[in-house]
């Protein structure tokens, strides 16, 4: 199983049209929140709009699993606790979102709400106890903030990542944690695109602006995971020991590479954008 990862696309239509492109050609899209920005001058109502037509349309490509973001909450629950009640609505047979933990074959998904207070954080608590339980060979998380104080949460002057993360982690040991927000980290002395905690591989995308998004592509029948990025391509073995630097992308598969070259519908006929 090939998965295709991306997080923080904010927005970008350019980048939202590059995933359509893309995600068909992989079995699963994880896309590791904040498809919405809040510093966007176009009304947040009409940006809900048009993410939901581009993950509906990337739903019948391919599954989907997206989690939400800081940037993704557009409502207060009843306690007061700010939610992304509009996920809700893109749930769908092949579309998994946030509370919701899904097996495909040997692996276990589970897809983690952005919490903002005690709340929406018990109720993911409760969703990885429950989870837990599981017979599965592998346990994926997907989940917006990666966890604090490791390289994947490195801004530069101090780490962003989620304390209580860093914990659910330690005591249910998933298989890997995917997760965006801190933008820079990748790109910064200090900060990475993967960690490991224990035997939990954890990993940020980054963002840059710009198409395509920058990316993880995770093969789980070869036990590697790529990470593209402008200019810069490694990768890792994750049946190996903890090692830094990545490697280097000097052989990649054409399948890999066929991303780099997916063209800007805007420059091609017919236009498939979902702008259209």
């Known amino acids: 199983m090939r998965c295709l990862v991306v997080a923080d696309l904010h927005y970008s239509l350019p980048q939202f049209d590059w995933l359509l492109s893309a995600g068909a050609q992989f079995d699963l899209v994880i896309f590791a929140g904040d498809a919405l920005d809040l510093g966007s001058a176009v009304d947040f109502r009409a940006q809900i709009l048009v993410v939901k037509a581009y993950l509906a349309r990337l739903a019948r490509l391919t599954r989907v699993m997206f989690c939400s973001g800081n940037h993704d909450l557009d409502a207060r629950n009843a306690e007061g606790e ?7 609505d893109v749930r769908a047979p ?23 207070g005690p709340l929406v954080k018990a109720r993911l608590d409760q969703q990885l106890r429950e989870a837990s339980f599981h017979n599965a060979k592998r346990w994926i998380w997907v989940h917006h903030a990666p966890p604090a104080n490791s390289p994947t949460s490195w801004g530069g002057r101090r780490f962003f990542g989620d304390a209580e993360l860093k ?6 040991r998933p298989s890997m944690v995917f997760s965006g927000h801190v933008h820079q980290s990748p790109f910064i002395a200090g900060g990475s695109w993967f960690d490991r905690l224990g035997p939990t591989w954890v990993f940020n995308t980054g963002r840059l602006p710009g198409r395509p998004p920058t990316h993880i592509v995770l093969d789980i029948d070869d036990g590697a995971a790529f990470w593209l990025a402008p200019g810069d391509q490694q990768w890792i073995d994750l049946d190996a ?11 990649p598969p054409a399948w890999l590479t066929s991303l780099g070259r997916i ?3 805007l420059f091609s006929k017919p236009g498939v954008s979902a702008r259209s």
């Not at 914990?167 to 249910?172: A, D, G, L, N, Y």
């Not at 020991?241 to 052989?251: E, F, G």
């Open 94 to 116: 092949g579309v998994a979102c946030d509370g919701d933990s899904v097996q495909i074959g040997d692996t276990l998904f589970s897809v983690c709400p952005w919490w903002d």
């Open 82 to 88: 700010k939610i992304a009640r509009w996920i809700g």
């Open 263 to 265: 063209p800007d519908p």
């Open 241 to 251: 020991p903890l090692q830094r630097p990545a490697a280097s992308v000097s052989d």
């Open 167 to 172: 914990q659910w982690i330690e005591r249910h």
